[in-house]
């Protein structure tokens, strides 16, 4: 089921992408109990997790593998981070549960001053039985409480000064180390 979700978080690309980067602390933001296990990261754009979502009985939990790459506008006033499901990783050692496909879906953050205008477009097969109600309940809620808490998460400012100036560092980098649009 495609779901959109936008919402305008005072701050930077670089504290959101911070964020986001954090693996160890999704679990305080990330709705559904989710895990997250980074699998790998080839550069500073593109990275394979695990990610397994916590489901109320008596649906069965779900996982997925998700190779995401980042892309930076010209003008690094905008990052799009494209992901998607890839069918496997030599070091997926997690329990595979009901695999979830994930679609090409982007979450794209534009700076504006004094905020960043992010819009999410996720395209997710839950994969096996699961009721309606649920996938309708994760397709509404969950994405829009997820970027809200996003938002909150970016406000309590976790991040030292040197770590968001490192980010701006590498979003400043981009495509300068033969780095290309997303594949």
Known sequence: MPVKATMSIPGTIEEISLVLEDIPRRQQWVGNRIESVLLERTSDYVQTEYLRVDLPWPVRDRSALIQAHVEVSEDRRTATIHARSIASHPADKLPALVRAEVSPSTLQM??????????ALVFIDPGGWIPKWLVQHFATGVARSTLKDLRRQVSRHLYSPSQVRAMRERIEAYGRRGETRAR
């Open 110 to 119: 534009t700076q504006v001053p004094g905020r960043v205008d992010a819009v």
